[in-house]
């Protein structure tokens, strides 16, 4: 298998109030919402790096595609990690999440690695890190 992720999609319960919180509280581009003419069809993607888009899902729509049913989230099932190229990036990052209406779960801190990140989960429990790692080389 050739290691190609192009998408990762993160089941919401409120599409309109999801979109909301990537695009107006966090700044993330997209288009809106598509596919609002087919059942189940309603998604909307945000373009990130390299051509990996992150798409926003209503979680009943995902059980209808799968054939699965409707589980409860667990917020400890997935992470999404955000390698920033600063420690005030970490603290900027943290704070706009904050502002947008993600519940922080852990503040930005010295972590064992060497680095200095944050926990934030966004309006559907999903949970974010906003790293910085001072072996990555990212640019500023």
């Given at each position: 298998?050739?290691?190609?992720?192009?998408?990762?999609?993160?089941?919401?319960?409120?599409?309109?109030?999801?979109?909301?919180?990537?695009?107006?509280?966090?700044?993330?581009?997209?288009?809106?919402?598509?596919?609002?003419?087919?059942?189940y069809g309603?998604v909307?993607f945000?373009?990130?790096?390299a051509?990996v888009?992150?798409?926003?899902?209503?979680?009943?729509?995902?059980?209808?595609?799968?054939?699965?049913?409707?589980?409860?989230?667990?917020?400890?099932d997935?992470?999404?990690?955000?390698?920033?190229?600063?420690?005030?990036?970490?603290?900027t990052?943290?704070?706009?999440?904050?502002?947008?209406?993600?519940?922080?779960?852990?503040?930005?801190?010295d972590t064992?690695?060497?680095?200095?990140?944050g926990y934030?989960?966004?309006p559907?429990?999903h949970?974010w890190?906003?790293?910085?790692?001072?072996?990555?080389?990212?640019?500023?």
């Amino acid at each position: 298998m050739q290691p190609r992720i192009t998408v990762i999609t993160i089941g919401v319960d409120d599409l309109e109030r999801a979109v909301r919180f990537y695009r107006d509280g966090l700044g993330l581009p997209t288009e809106g919402i598509v596919g609002t003419e087919f059942e189940y069809g309603a998604v909307a993607f945000f373009k990130l790096q390299a051509g990996v888009q992150l798409a926003l899902w209503p979680r009943t729509s995902i059980a209808h595609d799968t054939g699965l049913p409707v589980s409860a989230p667990s917020p400890t099932d997935l992470t999404l990690g955000h390698n920033v190229a600063s420690r005030a990036e970490v603290d900027t990052v943290m704070q706009q999440a904050t502002q947008a209406g993600a519940a922080v779960v852990k503040a930005a801190h010295d972590t064992f690695w060497g680095g200095y990140s944050g926990y934030f989960q966004d309006p559907d429990g999903h949970l974010w890190e906003i790293a910085w790692n001072p072996a990555l080389d990212l640019p500023a």
